[in-house]
């Protein structure tokens, strides 16, 4: 055939001519078609499959025949009989355009795939990381032109991949020349380009083409717990999801309490310092043997954490965020080496992006939360609760964000409850109490059925009932006080008062028992008068937070709540609201959104216009002190009280009115005070 | 008075006119005029002293009234009182102008003040190095306009002193905070900017004005030492100059078998690259202790050394320079952290800066010297011989310049000579030997007496006579081939044809008998004929090397002669020619550059400017492959013979001509033996 034909690509819509031969990938290159290819075009990667459509297409209104595409070639079958190519496919490099023909590119052969789709914010995240391969063939060595093997791999990346003046690594230094003498002058690299960069970094290199896959980690990590995806750098996928305790707990339960720790002891923060990095080169390789992935394949990870688990990451004395004007040593997002942080394990050129913080209590898991979340696209007002250890606080919509951090400390994860545990098989996680007869029923992580429900104890068998989590705890306070257990001081009533044999006596207070698991060698779980001032106070900080930003905002209610946080997760809305640990809004503008922080990192270690986006959004977030502002404490003590004896939702259970309820027991409510038993 | 003043300053003739009561920094800066300053006019460095002129200047045209400038004021008072003020100076921050003045920059006050005159290439370098000190104002944190205390200094750099976006090195960031504070939020900064580089880079704060000085070590890394210069950054003065032997001779003397050591040993290459580390940190301390200067205020580092070197140092297997085509791992100059290197012990964010290198056999050592021998910018054709355990040739003139290396081995610099060591005190460095008594004479390091002369054994009484270094040897075999004790061949004559009981025998060839100091329990120093054959050997790869450029340019004579190394600057030229160790040039013609090498270190690391000129240069220079030039071999064969019997050089020296030598004893030349008595 001679002269052009017609090119239509799908889902694009994009057209053009061509002359006859045109291969398929080099149309969707000159369309600005998104078709992915690793090798350049030499029929090595199999990145730009395509489907080629055959016969009437009256919407584009041209007919594709049979032989519009040139015909099934070697390369392809050798590609098919090495790793299977789907029926129908075709590879873009060795197709060549012989007549006018309609190209449907599959998600997968996407560079820019969708991988992240925020269905509550209809929000897209496409594949865009700053860590991508790129295959080249180099110019040998040239004893009349002597160069080193260095610039020459630089220049065939500027001609074949317009990457100009890389920069390298020592590692890869290395390695450099026996790769490019075991790929015969052809390798693929691993460039990094953050979008702040002109000038890449090549972070690995391997001979031919490397088929191995290359990795990110986004890592959350919290005062409490250190929680990690490793995710595919070329798709975006979840390979495998990990956590640990942050090891630093027994430096200190809550932030202020490592400050302390810090500001006491000499070296205390270096102490601090290095076991949290021990903990995160542990996290990392414990995540790529689950996933197993080899861990030097793991050329990047995007940090998110708040601002005292950043300073101490980054071995910089918290001291100046435990007292005002609490300044941050640095506010920017960083771009650090992984050795820097001493996060061995994982590639030693891996490089490592630290999200932004917004305040000196609003750290970059809130930067990553608002990336996630995305409140400045918001159209209507919404509030997002990220809860852990502190909980960071955001609300608005497009025209204005506010945030704060509030003080929450550990309850909501079930640290300083006496029966508390953190979220794991055999943590009640589910909680009622029947207004009537006091009895509670519960369910345990691990196991479908109530407590009451035959085969629960053959279903809890294996990991026994062995304490409260986090979402449990607010369950149980909750019920408690709509069972008349309570009053709406939260005062455990004793079995005078309430008629149940549940609430015993426990020094000169009472507590509830939830289940006594002592005949099964089990431990006695209840709930004390110390775990409901704990709650208390963990719940008034949280509302106080909130409502210091609705204040700020001149607003008495919002549209929607977003949950963010394992917690939130798990949390029952409703629970939470009987609480008053958020306000009230309906039911079902109450949304979970997971791990919102762990998620934002994910977006910024997949795509680097999302860094761009929020290093500029940080700045138009206006930030609130709680720790200043006087009327964050008169919203912490007006917030003490448990607002709602009934249930506020009677459709979706029955309604006990409680209003007389109120307990004398001495005073005394133990705050603080552990016990566990069993 | 009112309206404006001409300014005139010198020595650069600047002018301008300026409203009365304008600071003469203020002027001077408006101008261009060169006058430094690290406070940016606060009263506080003193860096901005002018000395005003006052009266009749004829040459400008002006009168100087006496009160040109305002008053001497308190805050140069106060800096005249605690620090000293010439008379007559004035702090240019202070002095504002009055009326038409005439005003001065002393040499000192000048920001790119000389500091490398290099007389033999009329070439001035002056002070533009990469790290230099800021002072600066910084904005206290503001909790409701949060941001980081990086992110304010970063403000403050770029508004003060326009440097845009300076990143940060993880040492500095841990410090910030409490320097920040220490000064009172006014801190002295050093920062790094190359000069390929938009962004500088912080590498360290001191809070308030920093007065103790900033330092850059200027290294050269050769096969056998490793010598370097402390410099201060300010003025580029060397505080002091240290070397060591480098610890890796005991993998192989010269280059070749470190390569090969590297080869057969797996991990030979690590093992290298770890002591090589460790002995420039260690010169690096000593450096500092012999200087007085504390070793973390060394921020830069630059380093020459030749190609194996530069692997080795980088930690990069050298097996590619040991067989053709002796392709580098990268030709291209570096810029690394003095972490990449181990280079601990001066301050952990200094920046290191390694010249580029020429080829695979001509390293960045080449490189350095022709920075700072300029042979591109040569009038007439140079050539430069830059004699180490290999020797860097450099061929040209402004039109075109070539280069190459040759294996001359470590006999130059003593090493593989029976009584040879390096030039230290107790070395014999000078010798004559007495055509008709055959008697020889000599100076030692450390004493300015000749042997021959009273009182030279008081003299050397404490350093004894130990043996002979590189110059002593090129001159002792020069001697003997003019006494007549050599034939053209390079063979020793015995007692009975020399008429000389000096000619000892040994094994089946002879020695000359230089000194005999067993009676004072030292050693017995003899020129064996193993140490002829080591001489005529690296002198015939010398004299190859430079032929190989001469015929590539197709000259056989060259105007100029210029000897670096360390035995460069000691070697008489005259005795070389007699060698045959160079072409033959007049001898008011030959010059020596001492350690070119080290003094390209030292331009590289006082100038930033020079750097862009050697990366751009050493595209330009053409490279010349000994070690696969067939001519070469054929030079090397030719030049092996001694070929002056007579002294070249009569108006210096006594005419003794003795073309019917020839001895016969054996053949053996005990070549590479080495032995050494006392």
Redesign the interface.
Known sequence: MQGDALVIFTPSGKRGRFPVGTPVLTAARQLGVDLDSVCGGRGICSRCQITPGFGEFAKHGVTVAPDALSEWNAVEQRYKDKRGLTEGRRLGCQARIQGDVVIDVPPESQLHRQVIRKAATARDITMDPATRLYYVEVAE????E??????RLARALDQQWSLPRPQ?T?PV??K???VLRKGDWKVTVAVHRNHDEERGRIVDIWPGLHEGGIYGLAIDLGSTTIAAHLCDLSDGRVLASSGLMNPQIRFGEDLMSRVSYAMMNPGGDAEMTRVVREALARLASEIAAEAGVDPTLILEAVIVCNPVMHHLL????P??LGQ?????????ALS?GA??LDLVGINPAAQVYILP????HVGADAAAVALSEAPDKSEDLVLIVDVGTNAEILLGNRDRVLACSSPTGPAFEGAQISSGQRAAPGAIERMEINPATKEPRFRVIGCDLWSDEPGFAEGTARTGVTGICGSGIIEAVAELRMAGLLDASGLIGGPEQTGTSRCIPQGRTFAYLVHDGSAQNGPVITVTQGDIRAIQLAKSALYAGARLLMDELGVDKVDRVVLAGAFGAHVSPRHAMVLGMIPDVSLDRVYSAGNAAGTGARIALCNIAARAEIEASVHRIN?V?TA?EPRFQEHFVAANALPHATDPFPELSRVVTLPQVSFNAGGADGGGRRRRRG
């Open positions: 060595p040239d004893m009349h002597p160069s080193g093997d260095l610039e390298v020592p230094l290395r450099l020349q026996p980054l071995g910089i004395d001291v100046e005002a004007p609490f300044a941050l040593a640095t506010s920017d650090l050795a820097d913080c917004i305040a000196g930030k002190e200043i």
